[in-house]
T-cell receptor
Framework: QQQVKQSPQSLIVQKGGISIINCAYE??????FPWYQQFPGKGPALLIA?????SEKKEGRFTISFNKSAKQFSLHIMDSQPGDSATYFC????????????FGTGTRLKVLA | DAGITQSPRYKITETGRQVTLMCHQT?????MFWYRQDLGHGLRLIYY???????DKGEVPDGYVVSRSKTENFPLTLESATRSQTSVYFC???????????FGPGTRLTVT
């Protein structure tokens, strides 16, 4: 029940295309859903996060869509660029308590020039 | 500069040796976390700390020990390293006023 399932494991997209990464969770107590971006040799960096009181959050080319009833959320990268090539992790947490994250297993995105 | 640092960045050690990975943050965040990153497993929580002298186990704590005598430092010790502990280790910090976690640059540990 603590798992966060992430798909796909890897993704190849043409420059200018839309990259979509999906995550699903079981624990209905989760109420904070961040996405992290990680470049090779670096630590993960927070990209965007959403709370379940909204169904969508957009920051520049990055959008989180959230479906509370289906217990799913996804990251959309519009107009994907080669510089977006990285590994993306979704995570889930509860805002009451320990601030612990449960991470998905990651998606390696490659954007072709 | 403010931030979160880890040392060493790279470490090679032998099976059975004790090794300590250091983590230091300058934000005065109350929470600190240790993760390991392995292919196919993503980031798994080893231990976390809510404040100085308060620590608790995460998902994969076996073989690891932590302490937190000062808010800014959170060392992770492998008491007797095993090959299965070869991994990249990340420290993170956050809270109490936001839910974001900020990650350090990582330590790549190889146990031979």
């Amino acid at each position: 029940q603590q798992q966060v399932k992430q798909s796909p494991q890897s993704l190849i997209v043409q420059k200018g295309g839309i990259s979509i990464i999906n995550c699903a969770y079981e624990n209905t107590a989760f109420d904070y859903f961040p996405w992290y971006q990680q470049f090779p040799g670096k630590g993960p960096a927070l990209l965007i996060a959403i709370r379940p009181d909204v169904s969508e959050k957009k920051e520049g080319r990055f959008t989180i869509s959230f479906n509370k009833s289906a217990k799913q959320f996804s990251l959309h990268i519009m107009d994907s660029q080669p510089g977006d090539s990285a590994t993306y992790f979704c995570a889930a947490s509860t805002t009451s308590g320990t601030y612990k994250y449960i991470f998905g297993t990651g998606t390696r995105l490659k954007v072709l020039a | 500069d403010a931030g979160i640092t880890q040392s060493p960045r790279y470490k090679i050690t032998e099976t059975g040796r004790q090794v300590t990975l250091m983590c230091h943050q300058t934000w005065s965040h109350s929470y600190m976390f240790w993760y390991r990153q392995d292919l196919g497993h993503g980031l798994r929580l080893i231990y976390y700390s809510a404040a100085a002298d308060i620590t608790d186990k995460g998902e994969v704590p076996d073989g690891y020990v932590v302490s937190r005598s000062k808010t800014e430092n959170f060392p992770l010790t492998l008491e007797s390293a095993t090959r299965s502990q070869t991994s990249v280790y990340f420290c993170a910090s956050g809270g109490p006023h936001s839910y974001e976690q900020y990650f350090g640059p990582g330590t790549r540990l190889t146990v031979t």
